[in-house]
């Protein structure tokens, strides 16, 4: 007993002792943490809920999303939950992303317009699927702020511009896919016409509290129109703030 108190001293003495007390993790241990929660965000969360769209499995898996929100949030940044990013605004929840992401159904190669860039997240999860992504977002300091979030994210490919997506972005239309997160009354004209053949386009509609999920697809020039959940996003609003 006596000699395991003299070594005990003596590992003390050496300063060996602080070895054994928890270390804060390195750069590289908290990737790997994010990296772990990711996994569990997409199999508990997504692939849980319904979701098996591989692409959009792959790229929610990929896509660091803790570097889409500020940092005072980072630790929550793979809950079940939206989170606020500033100006009033929110980054949606993991699940509606994958959600409206599998509606659109793309492929490799296709341009998708995406009106209400937020913090950037979701263009990111369509970049990392493969597609050209342009997206609009109407107050200038987030659309500033997801631009810094998408190069450090490695998606500086991603277009992203200023302005009212209520008017789309007409000289770069045609879109395969059009995907709104932020809610108008009723859908945008412009937005319909700027749909291509076969396309698809997501889009929150109405009032706040009483919104749906709705999937628009342009067939033979006709619109049909199909009511999938109801959700919860931000008003859509002119540059003067006024909701749509
Ligand atoms: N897709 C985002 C979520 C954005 S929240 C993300 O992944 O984080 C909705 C965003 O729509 C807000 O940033 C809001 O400022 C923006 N918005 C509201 N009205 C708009 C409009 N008319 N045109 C473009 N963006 C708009």
Redesign the pocket.
Known sequence: MLRVLRSLTVLFVLGWVPIWMPQPLGAEGVENRYADQRTQMVDIQIRGRGVDHEAVLRAMLTVPRHL?VPESVRSLAYRDRPLP?G?G????QPYI?ALMSELLDLQPGQRVL??????????AVLAAMGVAVYS????PE?GQQAQVALKEAGYEQVRVRV????LGWPEHAPFDGIIV??APTRIPEPLKAQLAEGGRMVIPVGRAGVQELVLLKRIEGRIEQQKIIDVR??????EKGKS?
């Open positions: 889409f990013i100006q605004q929110t980054i949606s992303v995406e009106i209400g860039t937020g913090s950037g997240y979701q263009a609009i977002e109407i107050v987030l302005g009212d997506g209520f997160t932020c996003f931000v008003p859509m609003v002119d749509y």
